[in-house]
């Protein structure tokens, strides 16, 4: 993606890589077992400090594809989209 490219570039809140580290991030989240999730509801994740927050990615994520064309932040949800359906499911 060409555009998610010029625009980490573009922004000044962004460097190269942001991006896909947000979506990395994101996918291991809500790929965790849901003990560990429950886990980091009801205390304190001690991961977000050195490894980063799932939940800013995803504000991240949110914000990029704002920013993106129509047709690049329709791809970018579709793959969003598949995480998020991840993490509802029971």
Do not use: K
């Not at 010029?6 to 990395?24: F, I, K, M, T, Y």
């Not at 949110?62 to 949800?77: E, F, G, I, Q, Y």
């Not at 995480?83 to 509802?88: F, I, M, S």
Request: glycine share 4%; hydrophobic share 40%; net charge positive.
């Amino acid at each position: 993606m060409s555009e998610i490219f010029r625009l980490e570039h573009a922004r000044n809140h962004l460097s190269p890589g942001d991006v896909s580290a947000a979506v990395r991030l994101w996918q291991d989240y809500v790929h965790r077992p849901r003990r560990l999730l429950w886990q980091d509801y009801e205390g304190d994740d001690v991961h977000r400090y050195c490894c980063g927050d799932p939940f800013a990615a995803r504000a991240l994520l949110d914000t990029v594809m704002r920013a993106l064309s129509p047709r690049s932040a329709r791809r970018l949800r579709v793959v969003v989209g598949r995480l998020d359906a991840v993490r509802e499911r029971p």
